[in-house]
Nanobody, 127 residues
Framework: QVQLVESGGGLVQAGGSLRLSCTAS????????MGWFRQAPGKEREFVAS???????????TYADSVKGRFTISRDNAKNTVYLQMNGLKSEDTAVYYC?????????????????WGQGTQVTVSS
């Protein structure tokens, strides 16, 4: 069974930092683009960031405008893990954060293109 397990969420003050991790099992991790999405109460799930895989070159990262310059996505294929470093956190970043795997590998912002999803980790930013 394919599993994506997020960790690293918690409570942080505005302006602080957190690093989320997502460890995958049951799939060939390096073949997938990995994405991060989030869902706040009363809102639809939205794209946060994604990172493609590559053999010969560095992967291509994509960010939502709302997090660009504050969040950084990275991956360690040897550990089957993707990370989301979140700096300068704001109250509006409060949400459940989900990681997802996209076999298409293009790091699209469309939720439907991701085949596998984790169960999420809560991030709460207090102001």
């Amino acid at each position: 069974q394919v599993q994506l397990v997020e960790s690293g969420g918690g409570l942080v003050q505005a302006g602080g930092s957190l690093r989320l991790s997502c460890t995958a099992s049951g799939l060939t991790f390096s073949r997938y683009a990995m994405g991060w999405f989030r869902q706040a109460p009363g809102k639809e799930r939205e794209f946060v960031a994604s990172l493609t895989w590559s053999v010969w070159t560095a992967g291509l990262s994509t960010y939502a405008d709302s997090v660009k310059g504050r969040f950084t996505i990275s991956r360690d294929n040897a550990k089957n893990t993707v990370y989301l470093q979140m700096n300068g956190l704001k109250s509006e970043d409060t949400a459940v954060y989900y990681c997802a795997a996209d076999l298409r590998g293009d790091g699209a912002k469309v939720l439907a293109q991701y085949e596998y999803w984790g169960q999420g980790t809560q991030v709460t930013v207090s102001s």
